[in-house]
């Protein structure tokens, strides 16, 4: 029903910036939630942040609070996570994803991304 691919991942320093990019087709995706999570190696993923359908309300982990924003355009059909002052920490993969409902439990989430890498050196 959603098709969601992301890009913009790549190597970057530590305080360096990244801006993510998700886009999605298929129908009716200005009608959902559009979640961000990551996964390093090793572990489990994990919640970053989320946006409502009408991008007026977002949603962040702590760790990721005052650093990284969700923003999206439905015109274009596309969700973007900017990411500033990057911490080796953030080092993983990252997935948008689609949720009807505006929350951030994992499980709420339907249709998933293929994930684009992030990695920052120290």
């Known amino acids: 029903q959603v098709q969601l691919v992301e890009s913009g991942g790549g190597l970057v320093q530590a305080g360096d910036s990244l801006r993510l990019s998700c886009a999605a087709s298929?129908?009716?995706?200005?009608?959902?939630?559009i979640g961000w999570f990551r996964q390093a190696p090793g572990k489990e993923r994990e919640f970053v942040g989320i946006?409502?359908?009408?991008?007026?309300?977002?949603y962040y982990t702590d760790s990721v609070k005052g650093r990284f924003t969700i923003s999206r355009d439905n015109a274009k059909n596309t969700v973007f996570l900017q990411m500033n002052s990057l911490k080796p920490e953030d080092t993983a993969v990252y997935y948008c994803?689609?949720?009807?409902?505006?929350?951030?439990?994992?499980?709420?989430?339907?249709?998933w991304g293929q994930g684009t890498q992030v990695t920052v050196s120290s």
């Open positions: 946006i409502s359908w009408n991008g007026a309300r977002t």
């Open positions: 298929g129908r009716t995706f200005s009608s959902y939630t």
């Open positions: 994803a689609t949720s009807r409902n505006y929350e951030y439990r994992l499980s709420s989430y339907d249709y």
